[in-house]
């Protein structure tokens, strides 16, 4: 166990029984380190004693197959039809970490739900008063601002928002944020944002160090203060089904990682 996995396991925010805080992990951009932050993040929690759940609402599955998994039966869209939340959440490699899994499917549900009355909020619906078992909850949402994400945002208390660290992912935060801002008027009161997490920095380059100086002056303290360094290991891990902190505990990345959790539990 690392010196930042005991101290997050030993806290008393992570030993107290709560209910559980769902969090969106969304950015309409993709190749953000969206999904290996859901499932870096679940998985040290999970690791350190807490009940995570994560639906991946993606239909390309990369959080499914990223936890060695595949779904050949039920899935998100089952969820999404009224299919109770305990006959999907699936046991994962790692202990205490339960996955609804997804698969290509979803993509047709997400045509589907833009045309239901209500289509924004069947996720929020299906998993009101089926969360007692979870502390945490994280939705992987897919790299748009379509239906899914809607749901997710409709269905959450917080968004944690993935940004790389480049201009380009920069452009489209601010439209991100407008986007929460109009969900939480429209369907959601209790949504916010939990904090804006800075990946794939590489802290030697002139580029990295302006991108993180500018999200830091705009935005103070919602950006985390760890940023998630780019790293090959955090890149090889889902080829092997496996989250980065059981590839390759002693990483940077994994290390990072923990430091994520244990901060957002502190935020939480």
């Known amino acids: 166990m690392s010196a930042v996995e005991g101290s997050l396991a030993q806290s008393p925010a992570a030993a107290a029984p709560r209910q559980a805080r769902v969090y ?5 951009k993709g190749g953000v380190g969206k999904t290996t932050t859901a499932v870096n993040v679940s998985a040290c929690l999970a690791e350190a004693g807490e009940r995570v759940l994560l639906v991946d609402l993606d239909p390309q599955a990369n959080a499914t197959s990223g936890l060695g998994l595949r779904a050949n039966g039920v899935s998100t869209l089952d969820l999404l039809d009224g299919a109770p939340l305990s006959a999907l959440a699936k046991p994962t490699s790692v202990p205490n970490l339960d996955v609804v899994m997804a698969k290509s499917d979803l993509a047709a549900a997400a045509v589907d739900l833009s045309t239901r009355e209500g289509g924004e909020r069947y996720l929020a619906e299906a998993l009101a008063g089926r969360l007692e078992r979870y502390s945490f909850v994280f939705l992987d949402c897919p790299p748009s ?8 945002l409709a269905a959450a208390q917080r968004v944690l928002v993935p940004v790389q660290a480049e201009y380009y992912a920069l452009e489209g935060l601010s439209q991100l944020l407008g986007t929460i801002s109009h969900v939480k008027a429209r369907l959601n009161p209790e949504l916010a ?3 804006i997490l800075l990946t794939m920095a590489d802290r030697r380059t002139r580029l990295s160090m302006e991108v993180e100086a500018e999200l830091r002056r705009h935005f103070g303290e919602l950006v985390f203060a760890t940023t998630v360094p780019r790293s090959v290991r955090l890149a090889e891990a889902p080829s092997h089904g496996l989250p980065a902190i059981a590839y390759d505990p002693r990483s940077p990345g994994s290390e990072a990682y923990w ?3 244990m901060e957002l539990v502190e935020r939480s």
Request: proline letters at 5%; zero cysteines.
């Open 259 to 261: 430091k994520v959790a």
């Open 24 to 28: 969106a992990v969304a950015n309409q």
């Open 193 to 195: 944002v939990a904090g």
């Open 145 to 152: 601002f379509g239906p899914l994400t809607v749901n997710a």
